[in-house]
């Protein structure tokens, strides 16, 4: 199950950056919904949480590795808001973004921590 989280992590992790770093203007035009973009960010970094903190579960000694996904999720939604003000790909960085980011990985973080907090290891 671990391999399978990896890959899932690992996976998402990549979808992240692409979506982030590349053109994406044309991409869900159709729907109108208000803000769909900072829900977008909300739930990429919720997942990003949840897959990863997941992944480190099954074969971790270390007890603080939850937290250390957080602020990697915090520092990594920063650094893609950085990158896309610095790069010319046509998008442009916003700092709501980065409070989308940082909401949705909390939230991860607080979902994942209190789901496994009922499980036994397998």
Same mark, same amino acid.
Request: overall charge positive; hydrophobic content about 50%; glycine content about 4%.
């Given at each position: 199950?671990?391999?399978?989280?990896?890959?899932?992590?690992?996976? =998402? %992790?990549?979808?992240?950056?692409?979506?982030?770093?590349? !053109?994406?203007?044309?991409?869900?035009?159709?729907?109108?919904?208000?803000?769909? !973009?900072?829900?977008?960010?909300?739930?990429?970094?919720?997942?990003?949480?949840?897959? =990863?903190?997941?992944?480190?579960?099954?074969? %971790?000694?270390?007890?603080?590795?939850?937290?250390?996904?957080?602020? %990697?999720?915090?520092?990594?939604?920063?650094?893609?808001?950085?990158?896309?003000?610095?790069?010319?790909?046509?998008?442009?960085? !916003?700092?709501? !973004?980065?409070?989308?980011? %940082?909401?949705?990985?909390?939230?991860?973080?607080?979902?994942?921590?209190?789901?496994?907090?009922?499980?036994?290891?397998?």
């Amino acid at each position: 199950m671990r391999k399978t989280y990896l890959f899932l992590a690992l996976i =998402w %992790t990549l979808i992240i950056t692409y979506l982030s770093l590349s !053109d994406v203007s044309g991409l869900g035009s159709f729907i109108k919904i208000p803000h769909k !973009d900072k829900m977008a960010h909300f739930v990429f970094y919720f997942l990003f949480c949840f897959l =990863w903190i997941r992944c480190l579960w099954y074969n %971790t000694v270390s007890t603080n590795y939850k937290i250390k996904v957080l602020i %990697t999720a915090i520092l990594y939604g920063i650094l893609m808001e950085i990158l896309q003000a610095v790069m010319h790909n046509h998008r442009s960085s !916003d700092i709501y !973004d980065v409070v989308a980011n %940082t909401i949705g990985a909390f939230l991860g973080y607080v979902y994942t921590a209190y789901f496994l907090s009922n499980k036994k290891h397998i």
